[in-house]
């Protein structure tokens, strides 16, 4: 992959702002936090694309209630266009599932890694915002999409080990050369100092070690309304839209919307 793929510039730099959404480790909340933004753009009018690329363990489409017919693991295999692959989803965002259970995805060699980044790119003039739901890990299957993203949300819990491990994504990223935004979401917080402390841990060391500035972005809290939704098949700002949850997503995708470059096509919806 050359430099410039890598950093994610492009000819087509002028479309849809990426942005992946990644942890270190897995269980953190990537796929619900990943599957409500896009929902959340979608319905401010932002034309917005979630592509789930957790290569080999794809489940967003299961959070989004929807039946995927073919995948980005079908279009990556060379059985699909990628217009096959385009699906509409909750709150009118266009879909891309991965494969689940797909031995051959979540090994995919270089190539096929440039293919599934390939896919994301030709979207690009025709959306405003696409969101990259990753795995977890710090493997080329979750930092090639990282290194192609223009702005990358890590999220964390206030667990341990997920505090270490979102500071272990962040260090592999910057070491390989990313130099764009990586915005920092605490998740499943029982309060706001909570989140902050958490930040401040990650904040610290990226700072000192690696010398590199991490944003805050927001926080998520516990909320039972986000399983409740998970039953449902539905995303948690489709199911449960006055929930604490919900209202913490919609402030989440205002402070990144400041990072989109484009305005929204259409008049902001309610779906529900
Ligand atoms: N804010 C939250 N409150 C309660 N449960 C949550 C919250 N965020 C995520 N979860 C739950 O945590 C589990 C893992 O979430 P998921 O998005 O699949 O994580 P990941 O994609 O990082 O593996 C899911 O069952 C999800 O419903
Ligand atoms: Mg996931």
Known sequence: MTEKARNGSNDAREGATVIAVTSGKCGVGK???????????????????????DLGLANAHILAGMRPGKTLCDYVEGNAELSD????????????AGGSGVKGMANLDEQGRRKAL???????PHCDVILVDTGAGVGNGVTDFVLAADHTVVVTTSNFAAIADAYGIIKVVVQDGYRNPIHCVV????????????FAKIKGCTERFLNF????????????????????????????????A??????????????????????????R
Do not use: H
Request: hydrophobic share 40%; charged share 25%; glycine share 2%.
């Open 246 to 271: 919900s209202k913490y997503l919609a402030k989440l995708v205002t402070s990144l919307a400041r990072y989109v470059s484009a305005s929204p096509k259409s008049q902001p919806t309610r779906t």
């Open 31 to 53: 796929t619900s936090l990943s599957v409500n933004l896009a929902c959340e753009f979608s319905r401010r009018g932002y034309r917005t694309t979630l592509v789930d690329a």
């Open 118 to 124: 390939n896919a994301i790119l030709e979207l690009r």
């Open 213 to 244: 500035d991490l944003n805050w972005l927001g926080l998520l809290p516990e909320d039972t309304s986000v399983e409740s939704a998970v039953m449902k098949r539905l995303p948690f700002s489709e199911a449960f839209p006055s929930s604490v």
């Open 85 to 96: 692959i385009l699906e509409e989803g909750p709150a009118r965002v266009r879909f891309i």
């Open 187 to 198: 998740n499943r917080v029982r309060s706001p100092e909570e989140a902050e402390q958490v």
